[in-house]
């Protein structure tokens, strides 16, 4: 089996890689530098070319680009895994989230992944939608929540996280393997993955404390109170802690 992965320079794609390549899958690298992703017809020559068995696009970057993605994988009867985010709800809103609730996001990130859901459905007929939510892993690239934790740590000598809010978050090796496992596997729709079954925010960062023995301070908060897990019985992923 062949698949062409996006988003290498990212924080997921890496993982994936690195779990398609434990199955002995062939993975062909998207190069931004050496495929213009604003063209059409690069866009199909490169697909093209290697006739891939699945695509994965995990990168972010322009519609237009999921466009062509989706257009080609489709004309070439190539299948689709997209990965989405748990941002496609409005943080105005609360949960927790299952396949029958409504995106309804409005900042340019959750609306962006809105369209991209959208278009996909739309004209890709075998294509796997992932939603995932805050990805977490100590060597990570920096977009991540052990990241983010460490750096609040660092700038203001202590970390305030709220025991009201329930995040959508998975290990990124748990991520990877579920991901996979959905592309190979699952019939075309939207799916969604998150570890976080009963931890509030604030249990999450005290359990990461101790995981990776770090010397934060951490301070409950009652400030943020909101349900962002996502429900998803159909997938399977580890369970957070």
Known sequence: ???????MNGTVAPYIYEELISKNIEVVIWDRSKTDITSQESVHQFIQEHQPDLFFHIATGPLEWVEYIVHSTQKLGIKLLFTSTVSVFSDKGTGPYDISSIPNA???YGSYKIQ???FIEKFHKNAVIVRLGWQIEANARPNNMFHSL???QASKGFIEASSRWYPSCSF???TAKTVVYCALNFSPGIYMANSNTKYSFFEIVSHLKEKYKTDWIVKETTSL???DRMIDNRVEIGELF
């Open 116 to 118: 991209c859901e959208k």
């Open 172 to 174: 990124l090796t748990d």
């Open 225 to 227: 109170e909101r349900d």
């Open 150 to 152: 460490s750096k609040q």
């Open 1 to 7: 089996m062949k698949v062409i992965i996006t988003g």
């Open 106 to 108: 409005e900042d340019d």
